[in-house]
């Protein structure tokens, strides 16, 4: 069995923005040697999301808009976890509608990807440095 | 390590509706000849899901008028989404709620599920053709 | 490769409650001998989540409020599920928020996990005993 672990490391300027990834990933599979396989992708953090979807900017204000009504940021007060100092409560939420990982099949030495399928790094309390895993095994 | 690969396709009549699959999925790790291993169900398609629920009928109901409240279908111009000419743009949000996939283990060569999961694919843009992929890794 | 295939089970006084159990995945993994790998975390239940945030208890609260305003216990009626004599309706939307399971990378031998990544199983339909399933495939 092979395994192959990437870090990569994210700086997102908005509080809330999809950073999409697929390139790296596939990259990342390359450099596995992996052909047959699995491959995890999360984030390493709390209050950021990896996910699959469209890469549409449409549908990434749709999702920022419908998130922000799911879990508004203000008040920051609302969240007994601000009391801890900080603003990011509803980026932990929003985090959870939009999932901590995916698991994508390797197939023939590539992501097994639909069509229209391209996996984004989902930041919700950006300006800060975060990081994200990448982990291939397989033959 | 054995690895084993499937494609489902479906063609959902409803608009939304929850295809019950757990004995393709089981039929697959049959085919496999994994005993101990992991096996990865998810949509190749962004407006649609893959997850483990009840197999019963209020419940799927219940899930349907939740969904549509949460995200709903009409009216078509809420979503930025829309203005590329697709009518869409709700199935994307509910999908992200259901989920894109489901990894289960495989113990003794069968799906190592519990008493009441049963695995579904859910359609949120049907009336067209859409494929699943199921992928086994283990030995 | 190696496998390795653990239960634990658990039975929260509360009817909604999340208990950490990142030590004793950690401890799964420890007996699995797996070095580089991935480990399986699910709920081999409908109305009960594993996933992965922060150790917090004002968190704790603000996901109980949300999930509680986002799919309400009461009244019973307004879920058809609880026709079958259940009154859990609730609670089998709120896993789904929740989410199912995780897949965490085996990195030298341990849970490769980010600073404040913490592993929760969610209960939200407790006082009964539920069962959950870690299993560690790898070399």
């Known amino acids: 069995m092979k395994s192959h672990t990437k870090?990569?490391?994210f700086n997102v300027h908005a509080r809330m923005d999809f950073v999409h990834i697929t390139p790296q990933v596939q990259e990342a599979v390359k450099e596995s040697?992996?052909?047959?396989?699995l491959c995890l992708v999360n984030s390493m953090h709390i209050t950021s999301s990896v996910f699959i979807n469209d890469h549409e900017s449409g549908l990434h204000e749709d999702y920022k808009r419908w998130l922000e009504e799911l879990a508004p940021h203000e008040p920051i007060s609302q969240y007994k976890h601000?009391?801890?100092g900080e603003d990011n409560g509803d980026a932990?939420?929003?985090?959870?509608?939009?999932?901590r990982e995916v698991v994508v099949a390797v197939t023939n030495g590539k992501l097994d990807l639909g069509t229209w399928e391209r996996i984004f790094y989902g930041e919700f309390d950006g300006r800060r440095s975060k990081r994200l895993l990448i982990k291939i095994i397989g033959e």
Not at 33 to 37: A, I
């Open 7 to 9: 870090y990569l490391t």
């Open 33 to 37: 040697g992996v052909r047959e396989g």
């Open 82 to 84: 601000n009391r801890t």
């Open 92 to 99: 932990h939420l929003k985090r959870q509608i939009m999932g």
